[in-house]
Each structure stands twice: as C-alpha cells, then as structure tokens.
C-alpha cells in the first residue's frame, strides 16, 4: 500500500483487507503475470467470478474479501502453512533428518 497509515492499520497477519482499498488488476496483466493465454485467464476468472472469489469493479478484478475459501485471508494462509511446515519437519525428524547437515 502507498499509505502509511493503511500499511499501519493492515500489517497483522490477522487483518484482511477491505474490498473498498484493494487495486483491482486487469485480465490482461494477469494473463502477462501468470504467462497464460488471455482466452484461458477470462475462462478461469469467469468460474471463480461465479463462485465469489473474484469480483470485478471498475478498477479491475479482485480477491473478495468474504470469499467462501478464506482466499487473500492473510491470517488463514498463515495457519495452514504452519501446519505444514511442522508436518514437514515431524516427518523429517522421524526418518532421520535433524538438520541441514542431514540433507
């Protein structure tokens, strides 16, 4: 974010931006980001337009931040990828490995 102030009030893992502040992002540079075809983007948005996850405004195209998923929920992702990374490390441990001199 450009503002100070916005990046004071969002910058915990458990804040989740509101819709109102986000920058929406064209189907065109998502298709030059993602190097995809733009055919292929419009059909992907359109299905996940359908299911709420993206919305479209005038500024470009959106994660919703009520979306079903708890996709751009900064606080959500950071859970699940604990959990991960400590299931990595458990199963890690149990074949032998304690660190990186192990690998």
């Given at each position: ?5 916005l ?21 065109a ?21 359908r ?20 996709f ?10 604990m959990v ?20």
């Amino acid at each position: 974010m450009k503002s100070p102030e916005l990046d004071e009030r969002y910058k915990s893992v458990e804040a989740v931006e509101p819709d109102t502040i986000k920058q929406g992002i064209s189907r065109a540079a998502l298709s030059r980001f993602l190097n995809l075809p733009l055919e292929t983007v419009r059909r992907r948005v359109d299905r996940l337009k359908r299911r709420k996850i993206l919305l479209e405004g005038s500024e470009g195209l959106i994660v919703s931040e009520s979306n079903m998923h708890k996709f751009g929920n900064n606080h959500e992702l950071q859970s699940i990828n604990m959990v991960l990374v400590k299931k990595l490390l458990r199963d890690l441990r149990q074949i032998g490995v304690s660190g990186p001199d192990d690998l």
